[in-house]
């Protein structure tokens, strides 16, 4: 397990997210766990042109339903246990291996994000967990569910699944407020992470293999590098890498 320590508030873990989640002290907490967590469709099977010709891949994990049901499901117990709220991307085809959701809301892509057994699939569902920020601060009552403009794609980055930086940027300002702390246990190549530094809140990031993790961190670091003028960023630190 490593730590990288990028600003203040903003750290980045190397390992499994189970063991990582398990190693913080009882009395750790986050605002707002944010995560996109694999979605069990055998997703290196179906891309094996493109590991063999890229070595991108996990090695460390299988994209399978019994993955989804051996880690991801323990870890959003974990992040539930840990944070005022949960916000989850699961995908269509194992929604319902995780636990029954507070509220569920969708991002609905028009134009359809790929192609299901009932032609394209346009809908991605949220599942809520937890407490709304904005209603238990009385700040008003916000959309569940966001359409996805055309022009917002995944960057290219060395990653076989990245999503798209305006899709998390929603996720992030819909499911935690300023200045608060974000989560994401299933990190990947880390835009979770630069949407969080964007918005003016601090991260925690954890994600299994090395080369996503490098990614991820160069990725926030780019991010506390080049703030928006008009958001206050997470605090400048010395950077800190360690074993634990």
Request: charged share 25%.
């Amino acid at each position: 397990m490593r730590k990288e320590v990028l600003a203040d508030g903003v750290e980045l873990f190397l390992g499994d997210c189970l063991d990582v989640l398990a190693s913080f002290p009882h009395c750790f907490r986050v605002d707002a766990v944010i995560t996109d967590p694999p979605y069990g469709v055998e997703l290196a099977a179906k891309q094996n042109k493109w590991v063999k010709n890229t070595g991108d891949g996990y090695a460390s994990t299988d994209d399978t339903p019994q993955f989804i049901t051996d880690v991801c499901v323990p870890a959003i117990r974990a992040s539930i246990a840990i944070a005022r709220n949960v916000v989850l991307t699961p995908g269509t085809r194992n929604t319902f291996a995780y636990p029954a959701p507070d509220a569920i809301g969708t991002i609905f892509n028009p134009n359809g994000a790929g192609s299901g057994k009932w032609g394209f699939e346009c809908n991605a569902p949220v599942l809520f967990y937890g407490k709304d920020p904005y209603l238990s601060k009385d700040l008003g009552r916000r959309p569940n569910s966001w359409e996805q403009p055309a022009n917002d794609y995944s960057e290219k980055n060395g990653h076989p699944c990245p999503k798209p930086l305006g899709m998390m940027r929603w996720l992030v300002a819909r499911g935690s407020l300023p200045g608060e702390t974000v989560c994401d246990p299933f990190m990947g190549s880390g835009t979770t992470g630069v949407a969080a530094i964007g918005l003016g809140r601090k991260f925690v990031g954890i994600e299994i293999e090395p080369k996503y993790f490098d990614i991820a961190c160069k990725r926030v670091q780019a991010a506390l590098d080049a703030p928006d003028m008009f958001v206050e960023a997470p605090k400048k630190a010395k950077q800190e890498a360690f074993e634990l």
